[in-house]
């Protein structure tokens, strides 16, 4: 799994094992991480290659707080998938609030859960493409209406199909 780390205005491409045993790679370099967990379900003790560090993680909607022996950070954290999503999602510069979702992958429009004219806010589901046997629901990126209802439910959509808009 790759996520993208930012802690005090630095960035970090993270690529975590799948089976979470084996290297980490941060920006590409390979290193030996490991995690235990002590007592409370936010205390951990990391150890990075040869050195350990007593951790607290406070998961605060977007971000995380995260005290590293003492010292505290504001860590944001971004999935590969979510940033792909959202990268997908353009504005259309004329209406300045239009927002294009498109489809992230191909897939079986398995459900649309809005309609033109609904009023959405952001992070409501609009619909869920179906995609090597799962489910993705895409969500709304802003507060809006929908104006424009480009998808047909039960259609099978290609990466980028303009799917609706949100004004």
């Not at 977007?62 to 997908?88: A, H, M, P």
């Not at 995609?131 to 895409?138: G, V």
Request: proline letters at 3%.
């Amino acid at each position: 799994m790759v996520y993208f780390v930012e802690i005090s205005e630095e960035k970090f491409k993270v690529r975590m094992p799948q089976d979470e045993a084996g290297p980490f790679a941060v920006n590409g370099e390979s290193i030996r991480v490991d995690w235990v967990q002590l007592g409370q379900r936010n205390h951990f003790l990391l150890i990075v290659e040869d050195a350990s560090y007593e951790l607290f993680v406070e998961d605060r909607g977007r971000d995380y707080s995260v005290t590293l022996n003492g010292t505290s950070f504001q860590v944001g954290l971004e999935e590969e998938k979510d940033r792909f999503i959202r990268s997908l999602i353009k504005t259309d510069a004329k209406h300045q609030r239009c927002v294009e979702v498109r489809a992230p992958m191909p897939g079986l429009l398995s459900k649309i859960l809005v309609k033109e004219g609904d009023k959405v806010t952001k992070g409501a589901p609009l619909l869920i493409i179906e995609a090597m046997k799962m489910e993705n629901e895409i969500r709304a990126t802003v507060d809006g209406v929908v104006s424009k209802l480009k998808a047909v439910e039960g259609e099978s959509v290609e990466k980028d199909t303009l799917l609706l808009s949100v004004e």
